[in-house]
Each structure stands twice: as structure tokens, then as C-alpha cells.
């Protein structure tokens, strides 16, 4: 019994823990065997940590805070180790960093981002990619998602920049009915003082975004974090070199997608088709 209390079953999110830690040790150029010695734990509990085995006591979060430079991250993602249902393992991390983000970008070209989904689109997408879920965790998904769309509303506001790819809304996934409410919340979206969507047009020969998808965030504390997803997969990206020229690519797409005014129009012509 004792030991089960200090060394847990591997959870979703101790595991998320455990990743973030990673990736800001090895961002300091530290080792397992360095940053014990820094944060004064033995190198076989960071292991255990950073393996999603072991909870993260408090002055050990605090002093790999200061240790690391994490700006907060380890401290906020620690408030959070705790099962997170409905959404993908690899997600939860950044779900956490979002919920407290000052500023987030979204760059889409396979789905509509999942913040502007109508439930009804969500559900098809979800259905749609192998294997199909019980309907225990089709609904637990939805519930998830709809859950972190009231980030659009939240107080203090965060200020929002998506840039969707034409060809996503013209698959029509779900069929016409749910791409015309698809399309009407979308319009509704562009209302929001606090958030700006883009059009990239189906064809345009400049397109800076031809590596995939692509998020980053700005966090309460002026820093900024990317986010990389892929199939079953998702990487934190933290090192500044790397952000920047996420950044740099976010910022050209900028200048080739439709402007904010043009991108509107297009939704409502494309809502007018139907």
C-alpha cells in the first residue's frame, strides 16, 4: 500500500508532467544525473518523474520553476495532474497552457480547430477517423471540446488569430446540413471583438504553411510556446529558435490568406451556396 501512494500507475497527466519537464531539462543542456543535482532529488526520481511514475511534490516543482527558467509552465501544468477526460493524452498538455494563455494561434489545414467546431461537426470528425469510439468516449470528447470553447469568452479575453484552410470548409464533413450550421457559427465567431479568423484561398501559389498544422501561445508572463501535432502524437515546443520561426511562418501566412473583412465575406458566400 505504501509504495503504491508514492509511486503511482502512470496517469495521462502525470505523464504530461513528466514530458514538460523533459523537454525544459533538455532544453537547459542538463542531464538526468545535472539537474538532480540542481534540484537536490536523486537522479533515479527525476527518472521516475519524467516517466509519469511518481507524483511531483511542491518544492520539487518550484525548484526545477527556478532551475529550468520554465516561466510558469511547470508550475501551472502541476496544478493539473489529474485525469482530464475526453481528451487525447498528447493533447492535455496543451490544453493546460491554453486555459491560462494571454494570446493563441492556430494554424489548420486538415479540420476545422477545434475551438471554432459546432458539436455537430465535432461529432462527425470524430466518427469519421478509425477506430470508432464507444459512445461513452464519443461523448466524453464532445463534452471536452465543447468545454474548452468557452476560452472564446473567457474574462480576462484571450486574444485569438486562426487561419483555416479554404479546402477544410469545401469537404463539407458531415454532409451539407452540418456545414451550413458549420458556417453560421463560424460567421458568429468572426463577430467576437477578441477573435480573427483567415481564409488561406484554395489557390494560392505563396503558402508558407506547407510543413502542417501549427499553434502558439503566448503565456501570462510574456513567453511564448508552440505546439506540433501529428498522428497519435503531439510535441511541446519550447526552445526560442523554434517558436520564432513558427512565428515567422504564422506571420507570412498572415500576408497570403485573405484578410479578416475578405475571409467573412467568403463564409457568408460560401453559406449562401448551400
Same mark, same amino acid.
Given at each position: 500500500m505504501g509504495n503504491s501512494s508514492c509511486e503511482p500507475e502512470p496517469s495521462d497527466s502525470l505523464k504530461a508532467f513528466g514530458a514538460v519537464l523533459k523537454v525544459f531539462r533538455e532544453r537547459a543542456s542538463l542531464t538526468q544525473e545535472q539537474f538532480a543535482l540542481l534540484v537536490r532529488y536523486s537522479a533515479h526520481f527525476?527518472?521516475?518523474?519524467?516517466?509519469?511514475?511518481?507524483l511531483p511534490p511542491g518544492d520539487f516543482v518550484e525548484q526545477?520553476?527556478?532551475v529550468l527558467d520554465a516561466f510558469g509552465v511547470?508550475?501551472?501544468?502541476?496544478?493539473?495532474?489529474?485525469?482530464?477526460?475526453?481528451? &487525447? %493524452?498528447?493533447?492535455?498538455?496543451?490544453?493546460? $497552457?491554453?486555459?491560462?494563455?494571454?494570446s493563441l494561434c492556430t494554424y489548420e489545414c486538415r479540420v476545422v480547430p477545434g475551438l471554432l467546431q459546432t458539436e455537430a461537426y465535432a461529432r462527425a470528425v470524430m466518427l469519421n477517423v478509425p477506430p470508432p469510439p464507444t459512445e461513452e468516449q464519443l461523448e466524453e470528447?464532445? &463534452? %471536452?471540446?465543447?468545454e474548452r470553447q468557452?476560452? $472564446?469568452?473567457?474574462?480576462?479575453?484571450?486574444?485569438?488569430?486562426?487561419?483555416?484552410?479554404?479546402?477544410?470548409?469545401?469537404?463539407?464533413?458531415?454532409?451539407d446540413d452540418i456545414t451550413r450550421e458549420l458556417l453560421d457559427h463560424l460567421i458568429a465567431c468572426v463577430g467576437l471583438w477578441n477573435v480573427e479568423l483567415q481564409i488561406m484561398p484554395l489557390t494560392q501559389p505563396h503558402h508558407a504553411g506547407t510543413d502542417g498544422p501549427m499553434q502558439f501561445l503566448e503565456t501570462p508572463d510574456h513567453k511564448?510556446?508552440?505546439?506540433?501535432?501529428?498522428?497519435?502524437?503531439?510535441q511541446l515546443i519550447s526552445g526560442p529558435k523554434d517558436v520564432s520561426l513558427m512565428q515567422m511562418r504564422y506571420a507570412k501566412m498572415r500576408s497570403q490568406a485573405l484578410s479578416p473583412a475578405d475571409s467573412a465575406d467568403l463564409l457568408k458566400r460560401m453559406r449562401g451556396a448551400l
Amino acid at each position: 500500500m505504501g509504495n503504491s501512494s508514492c509511486e503511482p500507475e502512470p496517469s495521462d497527466s502525470l505523464k504530461a508532467f513528466g514530458a514538460v519537464l523533459k523537454v525544459f531539462r533538455e532544453r537547459a543542456s542538463l542531464t538526468q544525473e545535472q539537474f538532480a543535482l540542481l534540484v537536490r532529488y536523486s537522479a533515479h526520481f527525476v527518472g521516475s518523474i519524467e516517466q509519469g511514475r511518481r507524483l511531483p511534490p511542491g518544492d520539487f516543482v518550484e525548484q526545477a520553476e527556478e532551475v529550468l527558467d520554465a516561466f510558469g509552465v511547470l508550475r501551472a501544468v502541476a496544478k493539473h495532474v489529474s485525469r482530464q477526460r475526453g481528451l &487525447a %493524452a498528447w493533447f492535455r498538455l496543451w490544453a493546460q $497552457l491554453e486555459a491560462a494563455a494571454v494570446s493563441l494561434c492556430t494554424y489548420e489545414c486538415r479540420v476545422v480547430p477545434g475551438l471554432l467546431q459546432t458539436e455537430a461537426y465535432a461529432r462527425a470528425v470524430m466518427l469519421n477517423v478509425p477506430p470508432p469510439p464507444t459512445e461513452e468516449q464519443l461523448e466524453e470528447r464532445i &463534452a %471536452a471540446r465543447l468545454e474548452r470553447q468557452k476560452l $472564446l469568452t473567457r474574462k480576462p479575453p484571450i486574444a485569438f488569430s486562426f487561419i483555416i484552410e479554404e479546402s477544410v470548409l469545401l469537404r463539407r464533413t458531415g454532409g451539407d446540413d452540418i456545414t451550413r450550421e458549420l458556417l453560421d457559427h463560424l460567421i458568429a465567431c468572426v463577430g467576437l471583438w477578441n477573435v480573427e479568423l483567415q481564409i488561406m484561398p484554395l489557390t494560392q501559389p505563396h503558402h508558407a504553411g506547407t510543413d502542417g498544422p501549427m499553434q502558439f501561445l503566448e503565456t501570462p508572463d510574456h513567453k511564448w510556446l508552440g505546439y506540433s501535432e501529428g498522428q497519435q502524437t503531439g510535441q511541446l515546443i519550447s526552445g526560442p529558435k523554434d517558436v520564432s520561426l513558427m512565428q515567422m511562418r504564422y506571420a507570412k501566412m498572415r500576408s497570403q490568406a485573405l484578410s479578416p473583412a475578405d475571409s467573412a465575406d467568403l463564409l457568408k458566400r460560401m453559406r449562401g451556396a448551400l
